[in-house]
């Protein structure tokens, strides 16, 4: 069955550093975020990506943020200069076209555990 | 911004005995869906059942029902002849309906369920 992967699993970096983490979604699907957990917090909504543009972000996805899709297929996210409390987890997660959307499921990729020192 | 609220942390269930999680939601809005996602231990999150506010029955997938009840705004999750493989993380997530820009969901802080063999 088709999954979300997304690399790396668990990346560490000190503060100020540039940190791109990777989703690869699944094929056919057209609507892509990222989503975040602060460790013992509720899942966060960051960004939607649809088209080659962002549709949707929430005040979280400042400047620091932001996403690309370079090659059709990988789905990026990067955090230009790490703050410690960009510590988290952070989830990729893909929808397909609108017809076979299910009412809205997301499928979700394992998530990319960031370490801010 | 919607809020979804799961007031129970954790949870712990005997073997083939019955749990309920809770889950409520505030909106103004009419058309919404509602979904309960399961995520085991360093595994993704999957979608174990949605709700379409505009439908009064409530939605079963095998061992999985929901309790929803529009005007107290409150969705639970009743597990049946719970199994070992049912202990995860459950969480609780809303989305606006078909409106512009309808992209995310707000989930809720989530409940860890114990599965006791």
């Known amino acids: 069955e088709p999954e979300v992967t997304q690399t790396p699993s668990h990346q560490v970096t000190q503060m100020g550093q540039e940190v791109i983490l990777r989703c690869v979604p699944i094929s056919n699907h057209l609507y892509f975020y990222w989503y975040r957990q602060i460790l013992g917090q509720k899942v966060e909504f960051l960004v939607s990506f649809y088209n080659n543009e962002i549709s949707e972000k929430s005040e979280i996805f400042d400047d620091q943020f932001s996403v690309e899709r370079p090659d059709g297929s990988n789905f990026t996210l990067k955090i230009r200069s790490t703050k410690l409390e960009d510590s988290a987890m952070y989830f990729c997660a893909s929808r397909p076209p609108t017809g076979l959307a299910l009412s809205g499921e997301l499928f979700f990729g394992e998530g990319s555990r960031l370490t801010v020192l | ?117």
């Open chain 2, 1 to 117: 911004a919607q809020t979804v609220t799961q007031s129970q942390p954790e949870m712990s269930v005997q073997e083939a005995e019955t749990v309920t999680l809770s889950c409520t939601y505030d909106t103004s809005e009419s058309d919404y869906y509602l979904f309960w996602y399961k995520q085991p231990p360093s595994r993704q999150m999957i979608l174990v059942i949605r709700q379409e506010a505009y439908k009064q029955q409530n939605a079963t997938e095998n061992r999985f029902s929901v309790n929803f009840q529009k005007a107290a705004k409150s969705f639970s999750l009743k597990i049946s002849d719970s199994q070992l493989g049912d202990a995860a993380m459950y969480f609780c997530a809303y989305r606006h309906g078909a409106k512009a820009g309808a992209n995310n969901l707000f989930f809720g802080t989530g409940t860890r369920l114990t599965v006791i063999p």
